[in-house]
């Protein structure tokens, strides 16, 4: 697979904005449009200033467009509220996973109408993993596939917790690690195997991203497909 070129890009994404863009965690297509989500940092006196967006584009028109934002500007010392995935989920309704939010990690709905998403709806409320705490990123189809990642720099390091729209957990699914030789020389062969993405493609068949850091600096990605049943 080549490198990628870049297609264009949301306002505020500029060079000279890209630290104010925050941490992008997501992303899904429905129709022609790209709907992605991100939270945004404004550095304060005291404090950070964290809010959570939503952003899409027009694949029809390539032009770079900014979603409002969803959530009233509030400042969080810690900064641990976040958006960590997002998909569609029913007609023009999108499902967005937001962690911390009021003390809770929860799954929420805002209806698309075009230029904003409106008329926020909270699904459920997700339960707490003590073995894999992380939420990394979600897929819809059918139901709810939630991705978390483990802390430890060893062992299998990431699963995928399946819920109804109910918000009923039905199973957690753990993915292996990947059977990795690159010599015994590869500083990152120990190192902890990260999924930042999962994307339902038929059937049971997902594919997901999944990225290994190295203190060489030579950080790779790897694109693998799983069946979830």
């Not at 009021?102 to 075009?114: A, H, L, N, R, S």
Request: positive net charge.
């Amino acid at each position: 697979m080549k490198e990628g070129n870049v297609v264009c890009a949301y306002k505020g994404t500029e060079t000279k904005n890209i630290y104010g863009l925050g941490h992008a965690n997501d992303l899904f297509v429905k129709g022609t449009m790209i709907h992605s989500a991100w939270y945004l940092s404004h550095e304060g006196k005291n404090e950070k200033n964290y809010e959570y967006r939503m952003g899409y584009m027009d694949l029809n028109y390539m032009e770079s467009q900014s979603g409002d934002n969803i959530q009233t500007k509030k400042k969080y010392k810690e900064g641990k509220k976040y958006v960590f995935g997002t998909s569609s989920y029913e007609k023009n309704r999108i499902a967005l996973g937001v962690k911390n939010r009021g003390g809770k990690d929860q799954i929420v709905t805002y209806k698309f109408t075009g230029s904003s998403y409106e008329n926020e709806q909270i699904l459920f409320d997700i339960q707490k993993n003590t073995d894999y705490k992380t939420l990394q990123c979600m897929e819809f189809y059918k139901k709810f596939y939630i991705v978390r990642f483990y802390e430890k720099p060893k062992g299998n390091n990431n699963c995928v917790e399946i819920y109804n729209k109910k918000g009923k957990k039905v199973k957690c699914v753990v993915i292996k690690d990947p059977v990795y030789n690159e010599g015994k020389n590869d500083e990152a062969i120990n190192y902890k195997w990260e999924v930042e993405s999962l994307c339902h493609y038929k059937g049971d068949c997902f594919y997901y991203v999944n990225y290994k850091p190295s203190t060489k600096k030579n950080k790779k990605a790897y694109l693998y497909k799983v069946n979830i049943k």
